[in-house]
Every structure is written in structure tokens, then in C-alpha cells.
């Protein structure tokens, strides 16, 4: 059976309710809004009676501060939910779910949560969208049912087969470029064609899931591409900025710098001169190799400059690192 409660916190407590209320009437410009009401909604599988109506004041809530209650609060002109995606991580579920088991040492019970907002005001369409998509980041979350469900287990459909990019090995650089455009890949081209060259060794056209993999320990999260852009023609505007400018010139040429002009080089430099002047006698500075990570073994130890910067896990001083010794 799943039980559900909505909590919310009474007046003088909600806060972060009155904070969106302002937010939405200064910032989306929705002065027709007069009143919202913000509850977190609890959907609990895998406890008993009991020990759900005992978690309600331990874990669910505050007595002292909130007000629970098992329906939806009548009243108000628009009601919009909010939750997780599946897969993304929901910390207010897993904490209630976590201190039940340790609270009464049962199971840890399935818990879903989503954010209901209450709205109070006359809203036309176009300002309910507004509203939605300035409360909804569909990166991590999607609009919630309000209906009662009848189980929290999300079961999914295995696949029999792996999706094939057919033809991968064959395809110009315009296929390649329609194909990035299409997955929406954060790789670039070369970063693709050199994908191709390796599958032509391989002699198979990728999976779907090998070019998602790639793709994701390549892209800029992994190592910001803007850091490593080779600064060929610098103009200012600004003499402070120019004189910052010349005294990292100054710096490159103190300790024989002869690697390319980068932002990654810029805010590492001084740490370089610093160890180079001897200045740094409690730090111990050592030389970290950037690790690849293949679709299988290792393509080859030749990358693109960009892709050899996108295929590494990051360090934060590039190439030297310099921490406390201990």
C-alpha cells in the first residue's frame, strides 16, 4: 500500500514559499499572483500502519513548525507538482527512507517526493508556462501527477538489442556533422572523425551506447575546452588588464614557458613561478598524467589537442599540481 502526506510549514515558518512568491511576482513580472502555498508531498511503500503514522512527527515533520495533512488542501486557482526524474537522485526521499530504518530498525520503505505549489490569482496560459518553466528544470525534474498511485516500484523493460549507428564508418564529414546535430553531441568534429578512424580499425560501426560514453567523458564536464583555447590575438581595452597581461608574459619568459598561451596557463602560472623562485618549500609539486578513457582499449596515444583535453579526468593545476605536504 502507499501512504501519502503533504507537509507544509505554517505561517511565520514559510519561508521559502514567501521567497518564490516574491521571486515569481519581481522576476517573471506576475503581479496578478497574491498568494502561494508551498507543500512537500511524501509518498511512502513498504510500511506498515503503525510505523507511518509514527514517522509522521519524527521524520516527516516538525511538529513545532508544520502542518500535515493526508489530501491536497482545497482552495486556491492553479495547482502544479513537481518532481525528480527517474534516475536523478532524490536526497529528501533517501534521508526520510534512511532515518525510518534507523529510527524503528525495519526495511528501509520505497519513498517518493514531489513539490506541490498551490497558486492564488487570475493567470492566464502564457503565465502558468512562465511559472512552470521558471520551477521546473527539466534537466532533473518533470511535472508530477497529482493522482494517488498504486505502487512506487519502477519496473523497466530490458532491450534485447543495443542500438548500431548503421553506416558510421562510411559517412563524409557532412553525415558526421548531421549526426552530432541529431544527438546532440558535445563533441566536435574532429572529435567524431577520430571516433571514426577508430571503429575503421575495429572494423564495426559503434553502439549508440559507446558514442554516449564517449561523448560524456569528452565533453566540457569532464574539462572545459574555453580553458585550453590557444590565445593567439589579444587586444585591450583596459590598461589594468593589459598590465596584468604583460606580467604574465614577464612570468612565462622567468621560468622558460614555452607551452601554448591558454586561460588554463594563465591562472596556473603563478604557482609555477612561486616554485621556481623556491618560494614554496611546504608544498610538494609533482607532474600528473592525464588518464584516457576509451570506448575499449585505447584508440591510440595521438589525440586531437582537443579531444586529448576533453578525454582527461581533470586535475586542478593541469599539469603540475602543487598541494601542502603533510
Request: glycine share 4%.
Amino acid at each position: 500500500m502507499v501512504y501519502r502526506l503533504y507537509v507544509e510549514k505554517k505561517p511565520g515558518f514559510d519561508h521559502e514559499a514567501q521567497a518564490t512568491l516574491k521571486d515569481i511576482q519581481s522576476f517573471l513580472r506576475i503581479p496578478e499572483l497574491t498568494n502561494l502555498r508551498l507543500l512537500n508531498r511524501y509518498d511512502v511503500e513498504g510500511l506498515d500502519e503503525e510505523l507511518f503514522h509514527r514517522s509522521i512527527p519524527t521524520v516527516f515533520s516538525e511538529p513545532q513548525a508544520d502542518q500535515v495533512c493526508d489530501a491536497l488542501p482545497e482552495g486556491g486557482d492553479w495547482v502544479l507538482a513537481a518532481e525528480y526524474l527517474p534516475g536523478q537522485f532524490d536526497q529528501r526521499a533517501d534521508s526520510a527512507s534512511q532515518c525510518i530504518q534507523l529510527a524503528y530498525g525495519c526495511e528501509r520503505p520505497l519513498i517518493r517526493t514531489a513539490v506541490v505549489y498551490i497558486f492564488t490569482g487570475a493567470l492566464s496560459e502564457k503565465q502558468k508556462a512562465a511559472i512552470r518553466s521558471y520551477l521546473i528544470n527539466p534537466v532533473e525534474k518533470r511535472e508530477a501527477s497529482l493522482d494517488p498511485v498504486e505502487t512506487l516500484k519502477m519496473q523497466y523493460a530490458l532491450p534485447e538489442t543495443v542500438a548500431t549507428i548503421e553506416g558510421f564508418l562510411s559517412m563524409d564529414r557532412a553525415a558526421l556533422e548531421a549526426l552530432m546535430k541529431q544527438l546532440g553531441l558535445a563533441m566536435d568534429l574532429n572529435d567524431l572523425l577520430f571516433c571514426q578512424d577508430y571503429f575503421r580499425s575495429e572494423r564495426r560501426d559503434p553502439t549508440m551506447t559507446e558514442i554516449r560514453v564517449i561523448d560524456t567523458y569528452w565533453s566540457d564536464h569532464c574539462r572545459h575546452t574555453t580553458f585550453l583555447t590557444q590565445l593567439t590575438d589579444v587586444s585591450f581595452e583596459d590598461a589594468d588588464v593589459e598590465a596584468a597581461w604583460k606580467r604574465y608574459q614577464d612570468a612565462r619568459a622567468e621560468i622558460g614557458r614555452t607551452k601554448p598561451v591558454t586561460l588554463m596557463d594563465v591562472g596556473t602560472i603563478g604557482a609555477k613561478v612561486l616554485a621556481s623562485r623556491g618560494l614554496l618549500s611546504g608544498c610538494c609539486c609533482s607532474r600528473t598524467r592525464p588518464t584516457t578513457i576509451p570506448p575499449r582499449s585505447s584508440p591510440s596515444a595521438a589525440r586531437p589537442p582537443a579531444s586529448a583535453a576533453r578525454s582527461a579526468i581533470p586535475c586542478p593545476a593541469a599539469p603540475t599540481s602543487i598541494r601542502p605536504c603533510a
